[in-house]
């Protein structure tokens, strides 16, 4: 089973501001890596697949890019809606795993 | 619209056995694989199982493989998963999700486009 790590576990920044998250595999899952944003009570939406593919409807302030074992998740200026949980997640293989999540708050 | 709505989630005693369904629209379902993915309180998201389009290949994880079902009824645009054996460690958030892929050939199933807001299954005595 493929381990994905994701850092920080908390980012606190304001609006305006860059967000950069990681996401580190325990092997290589080629481009194969999607991001979600969670909100509570609210469904979880894709906003990033294969590291660098904004899904349908996706601001372009989300970007994600890398390949490997190594992947970034950037919000070039934080709006007050992108306050949520981050995770990735990989489609290499099944069981497709998640991450620990980033805690995007504000500061 | 895609609209996914899940139902079925409930207090249940270990051992016990629950139903989770999944209703869709705005999408062609027989089109689309369809999982489940779940969220136990303090811990990343897993996922459970997958179905694909035609039905005919379902997967499991581990941890419930021999326990839970999968299945689609695709003249009702609905998936299903069966829970038997319910254990404290099932309690958990489940979501259905709608991949963009069919998997019908076992391969290419796609990424999870778009989610359900989720029931909550708990078990405890």
């Known amino acids: 089973e493929i381990v994905l790590t994701q850092s920080p576990a908390t980012l606190s920044l304001s609006p305006g501001e860059r967000a950069t998250l990681s996401c580190r595999a325990s092997?290589?899952?080629?481009?194969?890596l999607a991001w979600y944003q969670h909100k509570p009570g609210q469904a979880p939406r894709l906003l990033i697949y294969?590291?660098?593919n904004r899904a349908t409807g996706i601001p372009a302030r989300f970007s994600g890019s890398g390949s490997g074992t190594d992947f970034t998740l950037t919000i070039s200026s934080l709006e007050p809606e992108d306050f949520a949980v981050y995770y990735c997640?990989?489609?290499?293989?099944?069981?497709?795993?998640f991450g620990q999540g980033t805690k995007v708050e504000v500061k | 619209e895609v609209q996914l709505v899940e139902s079925g989630g409930d207090l249940i005693q270990p051992g016990g056995s629950l139903r989770l369904a999944c209703a869709v629209s705005?999408?062609?379902?027989?089109?689309?694989?369809m999982g489940w993915v779940r969220q136990a309180p303090g811990k990343r998201p897993e996922w459970v199982a997958v179905?694909?389009?035609?039905?005919?290949?379902?997967a499991y994880r581990d941890a419930v493989r021999g326990r839970f079902t999968i299945s689609r009824d695709n003249s009702e645009n609905t998936m299903y998963l069966q829970m038997n054996g319910l254990r404290d460690d099932d309690t958990a958030i489940y979501y259905c999700?709608?991949?963009?892929?069919?998997?019908?050939?076992?391969?290419?199933?796609?990424?999870?486009?778009?989610w359900g807001q989720g029931t909550l299954v708990t078990v405890s005595s």
């Open positions: 999700a709608k991949y963009d892929g069919s998997g019908d050939d076992g391969i290419h199933w796609g990424n999870a486009d778009y």
């Open positions: 997640q990989h489609r290499n293989n099944w069981p497709r795993t």
């Open positions: 179905i694909s389009g035609n039905g005919g290949i379902p």
């Open positions: 705005g999408f062609s379902f027989i089109n689309c694989a």
């Open positions: 294969d590291a660098s």
């Open positions: 092997q290589s899952i080629s481009s194969y």
